[in-house]
């Protein structure tokens, strides 16, 4: 069934419909919501949220193959609305990272595993609508067009925020010294 049957179903009351979407939908939206609120604990709380105010106006919900954007809409918001409640941080170290193979060797290991330490602390610094069109973007593959119908603006604002966000991430990463290290290290082919 695809996911516009899947919505059409749970539109008509069909629970079954719900939770397959949810299955679909939670894995990204807790990430997503993460990388907005900083922490996991309230990434859960927003997703769990952002699912019960989308169960609740479903059927609002005209057009089916908008759903995507609805429901970023609502995790969107949520998560900022959250964080700007909760300004504390969590270590690093609460967020886990599956390695893409598990024949990698230890050192390729702890240089991917500081690499992402580096690049998630980069992203943090940004500003919450940077960072917003950042995670819609990059983690979660949502066009340009897309993003704007979450964030309810204009594409040309979102093409603006990425830009941005990434001229800020470039200075970032250049002035860290683990990330000139591994980089100077990648291209020397150590």
Known sequence: MSEIDLIKCWQNGDMDSFRA???CYSSPAIRTAFLITGRRDIAEDVVQDAFIQ???NIKKLRDPEKFRSWFYRILVRLSWQ??????????????SFTMESESINTAEILEQYEMKRVLHEAVSKLSTPLKTVVVLYYFNELTV?????VLNCFEGTVKSRLH??????????RNDD???????????GV
């Open 82 to 95: 959250y964080s700007s409640k909760e300004k504390g941080k969590v270590p690093f170290e609460e967020v």
């Open 178 to 188: 683990i990330a000139k290290g591994l980089y100077f290290q990648q291209a020397k």
């Open 145 to 149: 067009k897309e993003i704007a119908g």
């Open 21 to 23: 979407l949810y299955e």
């Open 54 to 56: 989308s169960y609740n």
């Open 164 to 173: 941005n966000a990434r001229k800020f991430l470039e200075k970032e990463l």
